[in-house]
């Protein structure tokens, strides 16, 4: 068969080939174009792809080069085609220097062969491209989609009794990205994930929800190394060679049983995110494996979440009132509106349920219902010439994404017709600059409106003196966990603290309650140190509103001791 009859039947199967995606294999048509390079002393070729004019004019581009017979070369040919309304496609064919010129003939026979090409690798390029979209992010990372893609891949072929799953958060890497700067820190995160994905290797993978949050698959012979770089590793970046930073994570880990069968990707997720929010919580350490318990109490807090609606339709929620007492009168100046659930005969406690609710926005929904009881309870006490003291309701920062939280507040005590002043707004520390001018947003506008605020749980988090600095509190609840237990030698430090806040709070003219009063020692510690208001036990539990109302009836406490 001589060269033109080969050049057509090659070109005939070729064409065949590119009709065909799909059900002949890329490699076969790579192959059929090498062979028509050859016939046409074409040396080497060269396809780039450019994603826009913009990438085009940059000199970037994706290129590939699908044949280079290693010839040295002296003249070329290109042709460029806008292959898309975003995709530019540009094919270039090489001479061997010393051979004889292209013949005309061959020169179309070549624009062919290039235009084919262009044609052929293009919507190869393309293929990857759409893959690329939809499965990895626009910094390279894989996405959500890919990882359910092959955890479904490995569960439904072989099972992942071999494995395990977590889901993870880089420590304080937003504190990082404010003080290194966006570059340097992509550089930090891309190396310690690169460590990750070469600790796992190729029969895991690790993907990223957004942000520093990133959820891993891993076979279970490599927990140990896992763990070791999750717990902290150093990570050089910048051009100077002491360039280096710690860099940790936050963990819930699945060691998937022998026994697991999967069946659908959330449930797989439902045991790592368990698991994760007990290391963002942090109260039991960064690391956290899931357990059967941890099963049982997600299923219970779902059933809280289902049931609240109902609780809040039915009146199962009750507000119960703990009095705050002034040290030095023994009488109660004032009172803590606190929630509790009774549910089938059952009285639930706020810790069975409102760190659920603190997961959603159920909260602020809790957090509403209180505040009308407690306005409802304060107007009848206004009716009937009942004592009546300030009523200090706890207000979740959740409720500070809501831009109009202040009006909705005003909305409530207006249309119970209940006086300013008698109102106080319980809210804690943020942890957030975001969060930070919200709150002092929200605080200025209560204060303005003539409703008292408090900064509840002071001492527990990280920006106490801010908190007081910047924003205008009436009071300052000092939590119980800087309260001396007594006097005595290993309680100096407390001691110390607990001495100067107090006074800071008294010079700066915030009125002080400590919170978690249980004893006579506790009482003489805050006379002693000039604390306002005592709030615990040692007085009172929170108390059904009949009770209290028997209390505020009372001229004052009786000595304890």
């Known amino acids: 068969m001589d060269q033109e009859a080969r050049y057509y039947q090659y070109l005939e199967l070729l064409t065949r080939e590119m009709a065909s995606p799909g059900q002949i294999s890329v490699e076969a048509v790579y192959e059929d174009l090498r062979e028509l390079c050859r016939m046409l002393r074409v040396c080497k070729g060269v396809t780039t792809f450019y994603s826009s004019l913009a990438e085009e004019r940059k000199g970037g581009g994706d290129t590939y080069t699908p044949y280079d017979d290693g010839s040295e070369t002296d003249r070329a040919l290109t042709v460029r085609s806008d292959l898309s309304d975003f995709l530019v496609g540009q094919c270039t064919v090489y001479h061997a220097k010393g051979e004889a010129p292209w013949t005309d003939e061959e020169l179309s026979r070549i624009d062919t062969i290039q235009r084919m090409m262009l044609n052929f690798i293009s919507r190869d390029r393309m293929r990857m491209m759409i893959r690329k979209a939809t499965l990895y992010d626009d910094a390279g990372y894989g996405n959500i989609r890919l990882f359910t893609q092959r955890v479904e891949k490995i569960g439904n072929e072989q099972g992942l009794k071999d494995y395990c799953a977590a889901r993870i958060d880089l420590k304080h890497f937003s504190l990082i990205n404010q003080q290194l700067g966006r570059e340097d820190s992509s550089v930090i995160m891309k190396t310690y994930i690169r460590r990750l994905e070469e600790t796992i290797g190729e029969e895991g993978t690790v993907c990223r929800l957004g942000g520093d949050h990133f959820v891993l698959l891993f076979r279970k012979e490599k927990l140990d190394q896992v763990v070791r770089l999750l717990e902290g590793t150093p990570i050089h970046y910048g051009e100077e060679p002491d360039g280096r930073i710690m860099i940790s994570a936050r963990a819930g880990i699945l060691v998937i049983p022998e026994d697991y069968y999967y069946h659908e990707f959330s449930d797989l997720m439902d045991r790592i995110i368990n698991a994760y929010n007990a290391a963002k919580a942090g109260w039991r350490g960064d690391i956290i494996f899931s357990t059967e318990k941890m099963l049982k109490q997600r299923d219970r807090a779902m059933r809280i979440r289902q049931s609240f609606p109902v609780a809040l339709q039915n009146h199962e929620i009750l507000v119960f009132y703990q009095p705050k007492i002034s040290v030095g009168t023994k009488s109660i100046v004032g009172a803590e509106a606190l929630s509790r659930w009774y549910n089938k005969g059952k009285l639930m406690l706020p810790a069975d349920f409102i760190p659920v609710l603190e997961q959603s926005m159920d909260i602020c929904k809790l957090d509403f219902h209180v505040l009308e009881q407690v306005c409802r309870d304060l107007r009848r006490w ?86 007081i600095r910047d924003i205008p509190w009436n009071t300052l609840k000092v939590d119980k966990n800087i309260l001396p237990l007594n006097e005595k030698t290993g309680q100096d430090r407390l001691n110390i603290m607990f001495r100067h806040v107090v006074n800071m709070a008294r010079e700066i003219g915030i009125t002080c309650v400590a919170e978690g009063v249980e004893t006579s020692e506790q009482v003489d510690i805050l006379r002693r140190n000039g604390c306002d208001i005592a709030q615990g036990f040692y007085y009172d539990k929170p108390l059904p509103i009949r009770d209290f109302e028997e209390r505020m009836a009372q001229q004052a406490y009786p000595d304890r001791k």
Request: net charge negative.
């Open 382 to 467: 206004l009716d009937e010439g009942k004592p009546t003291v300030r009523i200090s309701v706890n207000f979740s920062r959740r409720h500070l994404m809501d831009m109009d939280v202040l009006d909705h507040i005003l909305a409530v005590v207006d249309r119970w017709r209940v006086p300013h002043h008698l109102l106080e707004i319980e809210l804690t520390e943020t942890t957030t600059d975001v969060e930070f001018k919200s709150l002092k947003r929200v605080v200025t506008g209560l204060q303005d409106a003539g409703i008292y605020t408090s900064v509840d749980d002071f001492g527990v988090g990280y920006s106490s003196l801010n908190m």
